[in-house]
């Protein structure tokens, strides 16, 4: 049973640049949430997808949006990269009325 | 604002030590606790508790939910090399129907040495 999986694992962007991370969740599972985590810091709620639509936001700006697909994967895009955008990305799935969230190993992105 | 506070933010203990870990938390609409284990990126799944004054139990881990005092421990016994990780604590928060989101506190890095 394939759990979540992101890609790429690294990623080297330079400040103003345009990024798009991915995200597939575990097999039978249809909600997918974003998470930034800084070093040192727990994972910060960005937002949530359930059947193709954004359905909870955390405090990011609209520079970061996403979109999920008919097969319940999910990308996240962040535009006009600032410094402060260094952070490792974490997706996670879960079932719409499920509760536990299951992580993947998350996309390190570095902005310079 | 919602908060989840853990503490002590690092520990460091010898290979057999008993450590219990805290959470606590300020939310509106709770409605569970989660306890992960983050080794290098992926948090792993530990724990959900709903419910206040039963233990949740997986080997040497436990858990248990005080929804009088807002807050939660984490105990680990006979710890090992492998307990080497940062534990987050996470609030799952709903704003109605089947919308919920999880806030997490900052995690408590735990290094037990040999």
């Known amino acids: 049973d394939a759990g979540v999986t992101q890609s790429p694992t690294h990623l080297i962007k330079t400040r103003g640049q345009q990024v798009t991370l991915r995200c597939s969740p575990k097999s039978g599972h249809d909600t997918v949430s974003w998470y930034q985590q800084a070093l040192g810091q727990g994972p910060q709620f960005i937002f949530q997808?359930?059947?193709?639509?954004?359905?909870q936001r955390g405090n990011f700006p609209d520079r970061f949006s996403g979109h999920q697909f008919p097969n319940y994967s999910s990308e996240l895009n962040v535009n006009a990269l600032l410094l402060g955008d260094s952070a490792l990305y974490l997706c996670?799935?879960?079932?719409?009325?499920?509760?536990?969230?299951?992580f993947g190993p998350g996309t390190r992105l570095t902005v310079t | 604002e919602d908060k989840v506070v853990q503490s002590p933010l690092s520990l460091v203990v010898h290979e057999g030590d008993t450590v219990t870990l805290n959470c606590s938390y300020e939310v509106t609409n709770f409605r569970s606790l989660l306890w992960y284990k983050q080794e290098k990126k992926a948090p792993t799944f530990l724990f959900m508790l709903?419910?206040?004054?039963i233990e949740k139990k997986s080997g040497r881990l436990s858990s248990i939910l005080d929804k009088k005092e807002l807050s939660s421990i984490l105990n680990i016994t006979a710890t090992q090399t492998g307990d080497s990780a940062i534990y987050l604590c996470a609030v799952e928060i709903t704003s109605g129907g089947s919308n919920y989101k999880l806030t997490f506190g900052k995690g408590t890095l735990l290094t037990v040495n040999p």
């Open positions: 997808y359930y059947e193709e639509e954004e359905r």
């Open positions: 709903t419910s206040s004054g």
């Open positions: 996670a799935s879960s079932l719409a009325r499920g509760v536990v969230q299951y």
